[in-house]
Structures are given as C-alpha cells and as structure tokens.
C-alpha cells in the first residue's frame, strides 16, 4: 500500500518561503523526478522560470496585489485549476507558490485547497505564503514558520534579480 504524498508549508513574515520550496524542486528535479511549480499571484521574469528542469506556470498580475480585483479572483482560480491538471500528470513535486496569500486574500477559500491536497495520490505538495490557514498547517507533514529578525526592505530596499526573484 503506498502513502499519499507529503504536505509541506512554509509560512510567515520571513524572506525564504518560496526560495525554500524551490531548493526541495531543484533537489528533485536534479534526482530525475518531474517537478510542477504553479504560481498564485505572481507574473514576471523570475529566476526560477528559466530553470528546464522546472515546469513553472504563473497566474497572476505583474504588479503586486494589495486590493484583489475580480480579475485576481479569475487567475486564482485558473492557477486552482492549474495545479488540480498537473496532479492528474502525478509529478512528484508540486509546488503551489503564495497559494496561502491567495487564501487569505479571499480569492480561493481554504476548503478548495484542502479538496485538492485530498486528489495528490502519492505527489508531494508545498504550500507557500505567509498567513498559512490552520487547515494546512494541521493538514501538513512539515509545517515551517519563517521569521523576520530584520529585512533590508524595511530600509527601503530594492529587490535583487536573482536574489529576491
């Protein structure tokens, strides 16, 4: 009898969450595994989409998202969507990045996210984003908070190509 596939969270106000989930994709990817990166809220020339190994889709806007518009809703649900036809191919890996954002900003509720972890089979997902629902975070195998001690941002700091995306 096979287990179903782990849940990982990573959440909090600490830089790293995303940068974590791609460090497991890249471990799995370089292991031969097939890997699915779907991005909520994200659009843009990010490092991680020129990595081959990777099969990344982003559904969202190129600007960042402080009021939702019905516009966000519909890309939330097509990443939704996305992510629901990437475990029908059952990759190994599958990332759901700042899908938890998506969440607390209303444009998914947590339920859909859960019906959807229920479908991995033995696929492994990582949920990203800070404000995590408690559902992932009872749902999950590793749950990991990332704490801000200090942040360059914070001094008006500009985000650094490769670096921060």
């Known amino acids: 009898m096979s ?5 990982y969270v990573y959440t909090g106000e600490g830089q790293g969450k995303t940068t974590a989930a791609l460090g497991l994709a890249i471990r799995a990817a370089g ?14 020339d990010y490092g991680e989409t020129h990595f081959s190994r990777l099969h990344v ?33 059952q990759p190994f890996l599958l990332v ?3 899908v938890n954002v998506a969440v607390s900003m209303g444009l998914l509720s947590a339920d ?3 019906r959807l972890l229920g479908k991995r089979g033995d696929t492994h997902v990582v949920l990203t984003g800070r404000d995590a629902p408690r559902e992932f975070i009872e749902m999950a195998d590793v749950a990991t908070r ?3 001690i200090k ?6 700091g500009e985000a650094t190509k490769g670096l921060e995306y």
């Open 3 to 7: 287990m179903a596939g782990l849940v």
């Open 31 to 44: 292991h031969g595994q097939p890997v699915s990166v779907i991005q909520f809220l994200k659009k843009g």
């Open 57 to 89: 889709e982003q559904y969202g806007s190129e600007n960042f998202v402080r009021e939702p518009t019905s516009l966000d809703r519909s890309r939330a649900m097509q990443a939704l969507d996305a992510a629901e036809q990437a475990l029908k191919r």
């Open 96 to 98: 759901l990045d700042e």
């Open 112 to 114: 859909m996210v859960v």
């Open 146 to 148: 990332m704490e801000k």
């Open 151 to 156: 942040h360059r941002y914070d001094e008006d």
